[in-house]
C-alpha cells in the first residue's frame, strides 16, 4: 500500500483505512447535497444517494471517536495532556470555521443585512450552539457544534471508559438517550404552531451523543481482539450485510420513527466499517485518493455546501441540456464537474487556513512544554 503524506496525522500514527472513510464520508456528503441543494436527481436505481448519504455525518461522529482514542490514549501519562489535546483541536477546526463564519455574515451583510444576533455570534465563537436550536451560522455547521462539545468531555470520557465493558454500558446509556431525547424534541418540533423547516431533534448533540459512544466502543472492541484474527474477520460481513441492507433494501424503513431508530443502525454499520477499516483496510479505501479527499474532508464539508448554491443554476442548467442524451445520469456529470470546483477552493482553505491553524497550535504546544521544562528546571 502506497505511503501517504499527511499533514494533519504523523506518520507513525496514520490509520491509512480510517482517513480514507474520512475522504468516502466527505464524498457522499457533497452528492447527497447536490440532490438536496442543486435540485437534481440521478436515476431511481441511485435513489439512495439522497435517502442515505446524508449519514455519513454520522461516520464523521464515529470516526472522530475512534481517531481520537487511537491518538490521544498514548499521551495521558504526559503532564498536562489535557491542555495539549484541548489546543490542538481548536486550532483544527476553529480557523477555517471562524473564517466561512465571516464570509457568511459577511454574505449576508452585501445581500440585504445581517439575519443573526449577537447571540449567536456568541454561541458560534464559543461552539456552543450545538445546544440551541438553529443557532449555527455557517452552513452545515451544526455537525461541528456536536463535534465540538464532544470534545470538549472527551477527556472525562477517555480517562472514565477504560475497558470494553465500560464501553458498552456507556453505549447502551447514550443510545438510551440520544433516541429519549431526539423523540421528545421531535414531539416539540411538531406540536408548534409553526414549526421550522428543519426538525431540531436530528441536529442536536444529546441527539447524537450514541454515535460517538459508538466510535469509543469499537476502539475497545479493536483492543479487546486484536490478537484473535477469526473475530476480525467478523467486522467486513457485518459491516458489509448491514450497510448492504440499509441502503440496497431500505431496511432502516422498518426501525424509522421519531426516535429516528433508523439512524441507530446506520451506525452499527458504520461502527463495523470502522472497525474492518482500522484492522484489514481494504485498497480502495485506503488508496491514496480517498486518503487525499480525507486530508481534506474538513474543508471538503463545510465549504461544499456554499459552492453547490452559488452554482446552484449551472448544475441545473448542465443537467438539463444532458438529460436528453443520457437521461438522470447526467447527475454524475454534474457531480463530476462541481466536485472539480469544490477542489479548487477546497484546496485554498487546506493549505491557507488549515494547515497554518494546525501548526500554529503544535507550536503553542512546544512552547507550553518549552516554558514547563523551563519552570521546572
Known sequence: ????????????????????????????????????????????IFEFIGRDFGYSVHLFFILSAYSLMYSTEPRINRPDWVGDYLIKRFFRIAPLFYFLMVFEIGRQAFYGGVAVGASSIVLNLTFTFGFIPFAGIVWGGWAVGVEMIFYAIFPVLLS??????????FLIISIAVSCYIRTALHHQHIN??????WD?????FASNICFFAMGIFAFRVRQQLKKESTMMALFPLIAMALIGWLMFFGGGKYFYGSGRGDIVVWGFGLAALCLWQSTQ???IIAHGLFQYFGERSFSIYLVHPVVIEFFKSFIFKTYEELLPFI?????????IL???????????TYRLIEVPGIHLGRQLIVRRRSQEYAEIS
Open 1 to 44: 500500500m502506497r505511503e501517504f503524506h499527511s499533514v494533519l496525522v504523523k506518520k507513525e500514527r496514520l490509520l491509512p483505512g480510517i482517513h480514507g472513510l474520512r475522504g468516502v464520508a466527505a464524498l457522499a456528503v457533497v452528492l447527497y447535497h447536490l440532490i438536496h441543494i442543486g435540485g437534481i436527481k440521478p436515476p431511481n
Open 160 to 169: 472514565t471508559i477504560r475497558s470494553h465493558r465500560s464501553a458498552l454500558i
Open 338 to 348: 462541481i466536485l472539480a470546483v469544490i477542489l479548487i477552493f477546497v484546496e485554498l
Open 200 to 204: 431540531w431533534s436530528y441536529y442536536a
Open 327 to 335: 437521461g438522470a445520469y447526467a447527475y454524475f456529470v454534474c457531480a
Open 281 to 283: 483496510p481494504s485498497f
Open 192 to 197: 408548534l404552531v409553526s414549526p421550522p423547516k
